[in-house]
């Protein structure tokens, strides 16, 4: 799989393995009909809706290779161009459902972890949106303490782990089996300036089912279909009052040697870029967005999880093939995000230098890179080291362009027959006359 943003026929493919009864298909299809956004945009927000109208207690998923059950529960982030790939539109399809299926587990937006600690002691599950998480992701960054404890909040809450907390005033508060979902929508330049490489590695970044999808299509006229909103309103209202689901007996003997197989597929796939932290992080934790994925794939299904029930092979592959949109797009915005300041400084020299064979000028670089020529100095130097870029000088003025990628310097075992260079000749000191060598004419 080629890796960048998740593109319409990948992700109808997915969802046309669900059967037709399935909530995610009937509304990741009505959803396609009346907004313009990449149909992969809608599967995040039927899934944090589905998995915040789960039951708290009894439904999960035993899988081989987990210790625990995994919950329903999930965070869910889009991702796409400001404007153009209408993510917003998307959330507010979903946010129209859930007003009318399920109100009540609309979360409010929480200031400080206090009051998201508050809010699940009250009502354990909720599900908090942001259609413009920019707001969140600056708000909770840049050292603010108080931002930074909301963004650890909704990290420590995610394993629905129960929890009393004690603050300085007032009686503890005790969060029991809290099962907050989480669904917003930002640009690739939001996550690279409010994210670090922490957050990729173990933080709340590596918590998010990504969905990186821009508009394919443009869609001039809506067309309502109120006979199957209603419809979706009144399956997940169904879905927001049971209390308690039948028991997962585990996987079927043909899912097992799926979940296995695919597990170490995935792992060989990547394993030259296990040096990389951030991919290391991604890659570690699909395995938990694969388990996610299949449990909220067989919730869907209405009544096949009220009576003791079995995680199919069909199952899996659904989850494994939505885990896949997953893991190219965080993967996607891993090779597009630098993981901090100098590193995001180069990669804008980089692009601001020449591209298909146009030479760029160091003025046009500087100016398009927003650097200075102190500054852009290093990155020209390094980038000529790596083979990215290659320079040329004409009339006292360089120009440079980029090298489409890169060119690769083996090692030259030869290099280490050559004698080394003849050793520097300490300076004379002063009131001695220098050598001879030093002074004398070439014959």
Request: proline fraction near 8%; charge should be negative.
């Amino acid at each position: 799989m080629n890796y960048g943003s998740v593109t319409e026929d990948e992700a109808r493919a997915v969802i046309n393995m669900l059967p037709s009864d399935s909530m995610i298909r009937i509304y990741c299809n009505y959803a396609s009909h009346q907004v313009s956004s990449n149909i992969a945009c809608h599967i995040p927000c039927i899934c944090t809706a589905l998995g915040v109208c789960a039951p708290r207690g009894d439904i999960g998923l035993s899988a081989n290779g987990f210790k625990y059950v995994t919950h329903a529960n999930n965070y869910g982030l889009i991702v796409g161009a400001s404007g153009d790939a209408e993510k917003t539109l998307a959330i507010r399809v979903i946010r129209e459902v859930m007003a009318l299926a399920a109100p009540s587990l609309i979360g409010y937006d929480p200031t400080a972890e206090e009051t998201l600690t508050k809010g699940l002691a009250a009502r354990p599950s909720q599900l908090f949106i942001y259609p413009d998480m920019g707001v969140f992701l600056s708000k909770t960054s840049g050292g603010d303490p108080r931002g930074a404890g909301l963004r650890d909040g909704f990290l420590t809450y995610f394993d629905g782990i129960s929890m009393t907390r004690e603050y300085s005033r007032g009686a503890p508060i005790v969060v029991s089996d809290p099962r907050p979902s989480f669904l917003g929508a930002c640009t690739p330049q939001h996550l690279e300036s409010y994210t670090d490489t922490i957050d990729w590695e173990g933080g709340l970044a590596s918590r998010f089912m990504f969905t990186y999808a821009e508009r394919e299509r443009d869609l001039s006229n809506p067309t309502p279909d109120p006979v199957t909103f209603d419809w979706i309103v009144g399956r997940l209202a169904w879905h927001a009052v049971q209390l308690r689901t039948g028991v997962s007996l585990g996987m079927t003997e043909g899912a097992a040697r799926r979940w296995v197989a695919w597990q170490r597929e995935v792992m060989a796939r990547h394993r030259d870029r296990s040096d990389d932290e951030r991919v290391r992080g991604v890659i570690a934790r699909t395995r938990l967005m694969a388990a996610k994925y299949t449990l909220l794939c067989a919730w869907s299904l209405g009544d096949y999880c009220m009576q003791p029930w079995w995680t199919t092979q069909d199952l899996i592959e659904c989850g494994v093939g939505f885990a896949e949109l997953h893991l190219k797009s965080a993967l996607a915005l891993v090779d597009r995000i630098a993981p901090n300041n100098a590193m995001r400084e180069q990669r804008a020299v980089y692009h601001a230098c020449g591209c298909d064979g146009a030479w760029a000028a160091l003025g046009d670089v500087l100016r398009l890179a927003h650097v200075t020529k102190k500054a852009a100095g290093p990155y020209i130097e390094t980038l000529k080291e790596q083979g990215k870029i290659e320079e040329s000088v004409q009339n006292a003025s360089c120009y440079y362009r980029q090298i489409p990628g890169g060119i690769a310097r083996p090692y030259d075992p030869g290099m280490e027959n050559l004698p080394p260079p003849p050793p520097m000749q300490p300076p004379p000191s002063p009131g001695v006359d220098p050598p001879p060598y030093l002074t004398s004419s070439p014959a």
